[in-house]
């Protein structure tokens, strides 16, 4: 299962503590107290794992480690151990202190979020004319704390939408790498699935009922992941006995969740085609074509149509 929203509390490494010391050595008197190392850092790095927010479902606090303190011989004591934590590439980050958002579009990104406290100054440091033998010294600074709100939204090229049982997740298996979950009742896919197509990233959004914009089935929680694709395939099934309701139904609730999705690049394609008359798909063309520029019927078990399909997806401009 894919988790797509969790919450997260981060504290970077507190600096170390300065340190008072004298050299011992006759004739070489005087301070020798290091300064602190610096508190760890922590890093938001981006994965293609989809599955990279599970691991935060039970832990919720991430602690990078403290720097050392200082030491004897003026020298400075070891920095804390950096902490990086792995988000998927898709990821909307937001500081719940600051307000501030930012996201992790491409694998590889790494990004600052805590940064470690300063260490403090030994009493090296504080030496001078007047003050030969100085017993000050600073403790390290606190690392940076911040609670963070990540949510997951797929960055995928189309997006595949329609009713419950419309036959998305077959047409995935069927053109993609994909491996997912098939069987002829609604709601079989509890979570997007991803497929890749001549370089294209195909995303299976879970079907969406009437009212999924205010969170009726599965709701709005997929509805977002629809966002950030490209262009929009829209998929009907040819046994429903009213077409055009279907279609609706799906871009109400697009429509009703953002408006943005309903500007799309829209495809429709009519599903299950060898499981009803010539006729019937006939009259599902004609009356689709008048509400979309390109609509074409397919059927997993139809090798011709899933080529067409094939190359309808390949040459489209996203």
């Known amino acids: ?32 107290g290091g300064k602190g190392g610096e508190g760890g850092n922590i890093y938001f790095e981006s994965v293609r794992d989809l599955t990279a927010l599970n691991k935060y479902k039970q832990r919720k606090e991430y602690y990078a480690g403290p720097g050392r303190n200082g030491k004897a011989d003026r020298s400075t004591g070891h920095n804390g151990r950096d902490l ?26 790494k990004i600052l979020v805590a940064k470690g406290g300063l260490g ?43 009713l419950p049982n419309a036959g998305k997740s077959s047409l995935l298996n ?33 079907g969406l009922i009437e009212g999924a914009s205010k969170g009726k089935g599965l709701g709005i929680k997929f509805l977002k992941h629809i966002q950030r694709t490209k262009i929009l395939v829209h998929c009907i099934s040819l046994e429903s006995d009213d077409l055009m309701r279907d279609y609706k139904t799906v871009r109400k609730e697009l429509d009703d969740y953002s408006k943005e999705l309903t500007k799309k690049k829209e495809i429709i394609f009519l599903t299950k085609s ?45």
Request: charged fraction near 25%; aromatic fraction near 8%.
């Open 1 to 32: 299962m894919i988790t797509d929203e969790v919450k997260i509390v981060v504290r970077a490494g507190k600096g170390g503590d300065g340190v008072v010391a004298f050299d011992k050595i006759k004739m070489s008197l005087g301070p020798t």
């Open 84 to 109: 990086s934590l792995t988000l998927p590439i898709g990821s909307v980050i937001k500081n719940l202190k600051s307000g501030t958002e930012f996201e992790l579009t491409s694998p590889g990104e």
């Open 120 to 162: 403090g100054r030994g009493n090296f440091f504080f030496r001078s004319a007047k003050n030969t033998s100085p017993e000050e010294y600073e403790e390290g600074e606190p690392g940076e704390e911040f609670e963070f709100f990540i949510e997951l939204r797929l960055i995928a090229d189309i997006g595949f939408v329609g």
């Open 174 to 206: 069927e053109i993609t790498n994909a491996n997912v979950k098939v069987a002829n009742y609604a709601f079989t896919t509890l979570e997007p699935n991803l497929g890749v197509l001549n370089d294209l990233v195909i995303a299976d959004i879970p």
């Open 274 to 318: 060898d499981l009803v008359s010539k006729e019937k798909i006939a009259d599902g063309l004609a009356l689709m074509k008048k509400i979309a520029s390109e609509a074409y019927a397919v059927s997993i078990h139809d090798w011709d149509s899933l080529q067409n399909l094939i190359k309808v997806l390949s040459d489209t401009q996203v």
